[in-house]
């Protein structure tokens, strides 16, 4: 997998047969046959009979696939493939925050206030934090009621939210930076604005994968 990713088979190669496959892995032919149905069945190659097993363009690689998600960012220098990412989560956070503005009760807001509250005192502790933020994202998207959105976001952090790249920088400023936005989404919730509480969620997500990744190219595909 790690070779068509990096490129070493680009798409519309034909991958070599199976007698070299065997020998350049050391491995038999059972153990080729079903890794190349396994690359099948995430998008990365196209078995044509008589044809043999071709790579197919990156646009048809599943990319909610752990492995191939994993492998394309470890070769993504660009960090465009975070971008998409990012960008994926504010547009589901930002209308789960709009959601969660309308239906959270007491109960959720006082939660909110509570983790807003606890994270003011974690920004010298960033793993610690780093737990409060996920728990404060989490709870607005449980109040949304949208479990399918929550569980595109929560797979898709899954796979990355341990990857040096998708963290970025960690200091205290940034953690300081990063509570403001959590505190001003929480109180548009807590005053049940919609409209306020997505715009709130977007410019939080969008500033703070800004800071993460400074140093890099400008992230064009994050603009309005």
């Known amino acids: 997998m790690e070779r ?4 070493v088979y680009p798409p519309g190669t034909v991958l ?20 190349v149905k396994i690359l099948q069945e995430k998008g990365l190659v196209q078995v044509r009979q008589g044809s043999g097993t071709m ?13 191939v998600l994993t492998a394309t960012i470890a070769e ?50 960033p793993a610690t934090y780093a737990e409060s933020d996920r728990a404060f ?8 009621g949208n479990r399918i959105a929550r ?4 797979s898709l952090e899954g796979q990355v939210v341990n990857t040096a790249r998708y963290l970025g920088r ?11 936005g959590h505190r001003r989404i929480y109180e548009r919730i807590a005053a049940h604005d919609p ?15 800004i800071v993460r990744r400074s140093g890099t190219a400008d992230p064009v595909r994050l603009r309005r």
């Not at 790579?55 to 492995?67: K, N, R, S």
């Not at 220098?77 to 504010?90: F, G, H, K, N």
């Not at 569980?151 to 929560?154: D, G, L």
Request: hydrophobic share 45%.
């Open 76 to 125: 993504d220098e660009s960090l465009a493939i975070l971008d998409d990412l990012v960008v994926t989560r504010r547009v589901l956070e930002s209308d789960m925050a709009n959601v969660a503005a309308r239906l959270a009760g007491p109960d959720t807001v006082d939660r909110l206030r509570e983790l807003v509250d606890r994270m003011d005192e974690l920004v010298d502790d």
């Open 151 to 154: 569980a595109v976001v929560r």
């Open 4 to 7: 068509i990713v990096r490129g």
């Open 170 to 180: 960690t200091e205290r400023a940034l953690c300081v930076a990063s509570n403001l």
């Open 195 to 209: 409209g306020g509480a997505a715009e709130a969620m977007f410019q939080h997500i969008t500033e703070a994968w």
């Open 16 to 35: 070599p047969p199976e007698p070299a496959l065997c020998e350049a892995f050391s491995v038999s032919r059972t153990v080729v046959r079903e890794a």
């Open 55 to 67: 790579v197919t363009p990156p646009a048809t690689w599943d990319l909610l696939d752990e492995l």
């Open 137 to 144: 994202h989490d709870t607005i998207m449980r109040a949304s």
